[in-house]
């Protein structure tokens, strides 16, 4: 267990938690269409 993946595992973990917001907004989006 390393410094390095431990980074990339929190990169990962802020991709993953953006991406779902990401979703979450164009969804509102397609809603008001």
Known sequence: ???DNH???LEKRVGVKRL????QNS???EGYR
Not at 20 to 23: D, G, N, S
């Open 20 to 23: 779902k917001e990401l979703i």
């Open 7 to 9: 980074e990339e595992f």
């Open 27 to 29: 969804q509102i989006l």
């Open 1 to 3: 267990y390393s410094v």
